[in-house]
């Protein structure tokens, strides 16, 4: 089993910045691979960003390109979401995920149904 934790989430203006952290527990951290997905009221679980067991590849939605950056820290079992210049648009409930195992240099999942276990997910809220 694996427990997945998120945090940072919170209310912020248009432009301003957000962390989001996603603490893991259970098998190895380090052999998972990780995402990050969003949700808005009334819509599907979209994707946002996943990277790779060793950090080294990642992968990101268009609508987050060059603003979000994902990262990981296997020492810590935690996974990152660095949100910059957030817009009204971003507000959404996130959510984080572990694809277990994954198989070193396969392709980077970015759908929900790759992935095995998610956190409860933490309410962003961007206002204009």
């Known amino acids: 089993q694996v427990q997945l934790v998120e945090s940072g989430g919170g209310l912020v203006q248009a432009g301003g910045s957000l962390r989001l952290s996603c603490a893991a527990a259970?098998?190895?951290?380090?052999?998972?691979?990780m995402g990050w997905f969003r949700q808005a009221p009334g819509k599907e679980r979209e994707f946002v960003a996943t990277i790779s067991w060793s950090g080294v590849r990642t992968n990101s939605a268009d609508s987050v390109k060059g603003r979000f950056t994902i990262s990981r820290d296997n020492a810590k079992n935690t996974l990152y979401l660095q949100m910059n210049s957030l817009k009204p648009e971003d507000t959404a409930v996130y959510y984080c995920a572990a694809k277990v195992p994954y198989m070193s240099g396969s392709p980077l999942p970015r759908h929900p149904y790759e992935y095995d276990y998610w956190g409860q997910g933490t309410q962003v809220t961007v206002s204009s």
């Open positions: 259970g098998r190895a951290f380090s052999t998972y691979a």
